[in-house]
């Protein structure tokens, strides 16, 4: 769709000249996200400093039927901030301010444009933790990972962004401004509004403003590598901690191929021959980090690991947490395309899922990696191809489609936390009922009655 030049100026006098780009270099910018699967340009991308002026946008859009796609950061992995109908793109990044860090309440309340470590790091200064990790948290904002019900390693002990709303400012399609939840951990008044918007990709209102619970930083972690020939061994260690009632706060999983991968970039020199590698983090007061650790090591000897060391000291961890960091950009910096799945399968199914993405590597003749968040169940099996060799491309995609059927047959899920975006909705129907997606249909016409907000997302149309 092309916008006419009255909202353009119109867009202008809310956000000022500066506020607002329109060429088609700066636009192509914001025409794809972090997957590089999906492209479609916006007609303008608009950067608002305010609430208000959110609400000013939105109006505009909703009277005149404007497509609006709100953006954070773009590190999406699922097509979710792509505007694929054209329109606004409502990018968040200036607003960045954190507006309050309540020490005595363990609760901070900030922009959506707030970059994850920006405000990690203020919190730091006070001694204060906020769990989720996701792996983007260098760039990726607090509104796109609500958004987007996003975690990370943190998850097996901490789990993800939704366990932490308390409450959260919102613009509907209309322009209305609503705060919905509130200001304590527990809170049973109607239904649950920020839960509903915390996953709901952009489609249901624009997140302006987030108030979060915190933790206090816990004393002492210590960081556990270990290493095993067969991955499927691995998978089974997983299992086997968490069922005798160790419970890390990470354990993470990335195979033979990520590994020397991994090595290249940072030097780490891991053994190139491992099939498999898990990192562990416990954390607590040092007695406690003292015997997880012991428990960690041994059952991961029972479960047949070759090797299992702790890191020296607290440098040695950081080195080993960043090239596990590493394990995306050496995927996607290895491959024309790279086809990173998220499914989530329960703990007790970790090795039979690996043992099944052996056989689909073998049946379909293409490079299936794995990285993920061993530690809930949920892997990122990546299918590595070439969106241009036609022949390539489609026996990776049979591979992808049998990927999502293992993982739902084993009682999993298709998506952990990148969301359903353009990426996945093909399996939607697979993964929950006809009458479940009828429902989500029902709920996004009450809050978007004229279909504007990030529209083409979540379900085929
Ligand atoms: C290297 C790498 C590692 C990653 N690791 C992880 C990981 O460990 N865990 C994980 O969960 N994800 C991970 N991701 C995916 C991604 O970073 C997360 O989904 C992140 O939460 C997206 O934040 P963003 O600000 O970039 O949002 P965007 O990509 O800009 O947007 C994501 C979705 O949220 C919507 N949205 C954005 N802002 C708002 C708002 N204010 N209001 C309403 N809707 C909004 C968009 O429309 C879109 O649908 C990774 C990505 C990369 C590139």
Redesign the pocket.
């Known amino acids: 769709m092309k916008l006419n030049n009255n909202i353009i100026s119109d867009l202008k006098k809310i956000v000022g000249d500066d506020g607002i780009l329109l060429s088609s270099a700066d636009l192509a910018s914001y025409s794809y996200?972090?997957s590089c699967n999906w492209q479609s340009m916006p007609d303008v991308v608009v950067f608002p400093q305010t609430t208000e002026q959110v609400s000013d946008i939105m109006k505009l859009a909703y009277e005149n039927t404007i497509p609006i796609?709100?953006?954070?950061?773009?590190?999406?992995?699922s097509g979710?901030?792509v505007p694929s109908s054209g329109g606004i793109v409502l990018c968040?990044a200036r607003m960045n301010r954190i507006l309050e860090i309540d020490e005595e309440n363990f609760a901070v309340t900030a922009e959506?444009g707030v970059v994850l470590n920006n405000m990690n790091m203020e919190l730091a200064k006070r001694n204060l933790f906020f769990p989720p990790?996701?792996?983007?948290f260098l760039?990726?904002?607090i509104?796109?990972?609500?958004?987007?019900g996003?975690?990370?390693p943190y998850a097996v002990k901490y789990g993800v962004f939704k366990h932490y709303i308390l409450g959260m400012t919102i613009v509907l399609a209309n322009g209305s401004i609503i705060d919905i939840g509130g200001n304590t951990m527990k809170n049973v008044t109607g239904y649950d509004l920020p839960q509903l918007v915390c996953g709901s990709?952009?489609t249901l209102?624009?997140?302006?403003k987030i108030k979060l619970r915190l933790v206090p930083k816990p004393k002492a972690s210590q960081t556990i590598t270990a290493v095993f020939n067969d991955v499927t061994n691995a998978g089974n260690a997983v299992h086997m901690i968490k069922s005798k009632g160790v419970i890390p706060a990470k354990i993470e999983l990335i195979d033979n191929w990520v590994i020397n991968r991994v090595n290249e970039i940072t030097g780490m020199g891991f053994p190139s021959d491992a099939d498999a590698i898990l990192f562990f983090e416990v954390d607590g007061s040092p007695e406690s980090i003292k015997k997880e650790e012991e428990d960690v090591v041994a059952l991961c000897k029972e479960a047949g690991a070759e090797d299992v060391w702790a890191a020296k000291d607290a440098e040695d961890a950081m080195k080993v947490w960043g090239a596990r960091r590493s394990g995306?950009?050496a995927i996607y910096g290895n491959a024309p395309t790279a086809l990173a799945e998220d499914v989530t399968v329960p703990t007790n199914k970790i090795s039979e899922f690996l043992e099944r993405v052996k056989d689909i590597r073998k049946k379909y003749d293409v490079e299936v990696v794995i990285i993920g968040?061993a530690g809930d169940g949920n892997l990122h099996p990546t299918v590595l191809t070439d969106k241009k060799d036609t022949e390539h491309y489609e026996r990776a995609d049979k591979a992808v489609q049998e990927l999502f059927k293992t993982a739902l047959n084993l009682g999993g899920a298709i998506s952990g936390?990148?969301?359903i975006?353009l990426e996945k909705q093909r399996f939607l129907k697979d993964a929950i009922s006809g009458d479940e997606i009828n429902l989500l249909k029902g709920i996004k016409k009450i809050f978007d009655p004229k279909g504007i907000l990030?529209p083409g997302?979540i379900w085929e149309q």
């Open positions: 996200d972090g796609t709100p953006r954070g950061a773009g590190t999406s992995l979710g901030p968040t959506a990790d996701p792996q983007s760039a990726a904002t509104g796109g990972c609500i958004a987007v996003a975690g990370g990709e952009g209102c624009t997140v302006t995306f950009l968040h936390e990148h969301g975006g990030n997302k």
